[in-house]
């Protein structure tokens, strides 16, 4: 079954520091997304991405964070300076159509120290 | 935003137990989902649906988007079902989910 692939798994950066989080969608889904899980709390939405563009962001997506599809596969978050309060599990996903099943991929547990 | 609440937050069950999960959201919506979070982290989509009854193995759900419910039941509990079950709803016109906090299920041998 196709799956939602991310890299890297883990991810230790030092505060101030640019990450790149990197994501491979499903082939045929047009939708990508990033969401975060702060450990132990609920799963926040933070970026949308359809026809080569961001659709909807939330407040937490500020100018720190940014999306790219370099390629026709890849789908990239970059977050530029980290804080210590970026520290969390982050989730790519995709779906077929706006209002189809959501797939996620296995996270990148992003610490900053 | 749309506010999804999720009941109960915690729920402990003997194995071959069945239990019912419920999620209430504030808003009319297009798009509810339920996912399991399994203790390694992964988020498994277990079902996509705005209206209706949907049935999958052992698990079953029902959205009534009029009154602006869903409920997830699981049948004959086993302990691979423990996990976190996460309710999500998007409104009309808008493809993100707000998730609830979820229910935290422990199905014990």
């Known amino acids: 079954e196709p799956e939602v692939t991310q890299t890297p798994s883990h991810q230790v950066t030092q505060m101030g520091q640019e990450v790149i989080l990197r994501c491979v969608p499903i082939?045929?889904?047009?939708?990508f997304y990033w969401y975060r899980q702060i450990l132990g709390q609920k799963v926040e939405f933070l970026v949308s991405?359809?026809?080569?563009?961001?659709?909807?962001k939330s407040e937490i997506f500020d100018d720190q964070f940014s999306v790219e599809r370099p390629d026709g596969s890849n789908f990239t978050l970059k977050i530029r300076s980290t804080k210590l309060e970026d520290s969390a599990m982050y989730f790519c996903?995709?779906?077929?159509?706006?209002?189809?099943?959501?797939?996620f991929g296995n996270g990148t547990r992003l610490t900053v120290t | 935003g749309i506010q999804v609440e999720q009941s109960p937050p915690d729920l402990i069950l003997q194995e071959g137990a069945n239990s019912t999960l419920r999620c209430n959201f504030s808003?009319?919506?297009?798009?509810l989902q339920w996912f399991h979070q399994n203790p390694w982290g992964q988020l498994i989509n277990l079902f996509y649906?705005?209206?209706g009854t949907k049935q999958n193995g052992r698990l079953s759900a029902t959205t009534v988007a009029t009154e602006r419910y869903s409920l997830l039941y699981i049948s004959s509990s086993q302990t691979t079902d423990s996990g976190v079950y996460f309710c999500?709803?998007?409104?009309?016109?808008?493809?993100?989910?707000?998730f609830g906090a979820g229910t935290t299920v422990t199905v014990r041998a």
């Open positions: 996903a995709s779906s077929e159509q706006g209002y189809s099943p959501l797939h």
């Open positions: 082939s045929n889904h047009l939708y």
């Open positions: 991405f359809y026809n080569n563009e961001i659709s909807e």
């Open positions: 808003d009319s919506v297009n798009n």
């Open positions: 649906i705005p209206s």
């Open positions: 999500a709803a998007g409104l009309a016109g808008d493809y993100k989910l707000s």
